[in-house]
């Protein structure tokens, strides 16, 4: 199974006025969101099924991933993504869709900071997961304790210079 870690984008500021909940994604984040996407659709990333955090801006996330990764199934919410959860409620998670051949988690940190080492069998491992950074680790078995194999891990700094790159050496008169 490949396991894919969607950290959400960028999001607005926390305010009196809106719970944390309730935050939904800028504009700015929404178009570095697309970018990351774009580029992990070109690497044929085909989700079988997506997880997401019930928070808004991880339900945005999930639905732009959806979109433009052409996931036609539902969106499945799960308090297991939310920030305060552990890596274990996650990976237990994972392990009740082992069937699925790609699975797509969105969350938040300080979760995901936590989980991706979790899920590599090293928990003292800290990844510095940055808002809209993507990271794919497989599996070929699913027993108390996580050991997946890291494949790659995209943050959205790289993902929008490259895409910059590539539209513009497809630009007309190149």
């Avoid at 274990?88 to 969350?107: C, D, K, P, S």
């Avoid at 995901?112 to 003292?124: D, I, K, N, Q, S």
């Amino acid at each position: 199974m490949q396991v894919y870690l969607l950290r959400h984008g960028i999001a607005e500021e926390s305010r009196a006025v809106k719970a944390d909940a309730d935050r939904e994604l800028t504009a700015d984040g929404r178009r570095k969101l697309k970018d990351t996407l774009r580029a992990v659709a070109a690497a044929e990333v085909k989700p079988t099924l997506i997880l997401t955090s019930p928070l808004v801006r991880a339900a945005q996330t999930a639905e732009i991933a959806a979109a433009i990764l052409n996931y036609k199934q539902e969106i499945l919410r799960t308090k297991a993504l939310l920030p305060a959860a552990s890596p274990e409620q996650v990976w237990e998670e994972v392990r009740v869709h082992r069937e699925e051949a790609e699975l797509m988690l969105v969350g938040h940190d300080p979760l995901f900071t936590r989980l991706a080492g979790y899920l590599l069998g090293v928990p003292e491992l800290h990844v510095d997961f940055k808002k809209g950074a993507i990271l794919r680790v497989d599996f070929d078995s699913f027993g108390p304790q996580p050991k997946g194999l890291l494949r790659w891990f995209l943050v959205s700094k790289l993902a929008t210079q490259s895409t910059r790159r590539q539209i513009k050496n497809t630009a007309p008169g190149q």
